[in-house]
């Protein structure tokens, strides 16, 4: 047996495509200038996010903030809700290709959500996406944030 000379490629995902589907949440972690890495959310967590072809996400957390990171917080929202151990919202959202970063465009949820719009890196690796948010607030700090997904799977 021969071989025709034809070689099929499998077309390569676009980061948009990457996204879609549920994402559970393994870990969130807190870096500082200083070289300093906190727990975001103290044990037990859990968290799941879903984006759809049609550019809606919804998000779903589950857990407490750790009394360091809100005692360093710089966001200001007042301490009932801050302290809240549950948290969802949903947003519309947009790739952005070229910058590999999602904008998340904020439709309604917990009153946690204190940005209109949400810009976070994005990238891949293997079966993981990792979002690292560097808000203006967070950076006058010296601080990111980064959330560690795993593609959801049954």
Known sequence: MGTTG????????????????GWKLIGMKNYFADGKVLDTLTSPFQGIRIYTPEGLTAVLIEGTISN???????????????????????SRYEVD????IVRHYFVGGSEQVSE???????????ERMILTKRNKDFLQIGCYVESVYERWSS
């Open 116 to 126: 209109p719009v949400e810009i976070r890196e994005l990238r891949f690796d293997g």
């Open 6 to 21: 034809y070689f099929f490629k499998k077309k390569r995902p676009t980061v948009r495509e990457q996204v879609y589907g």
């Open 97 to 100: 290709e070229a910058e590999k």
């Open 68 to 90: 360091e990171i809100l005692d360093m917080s710089p966001v200001t929202v007042p301490e009932e809700i801050r302290r809240r151990p549950f948290r969802a919202y949903w």
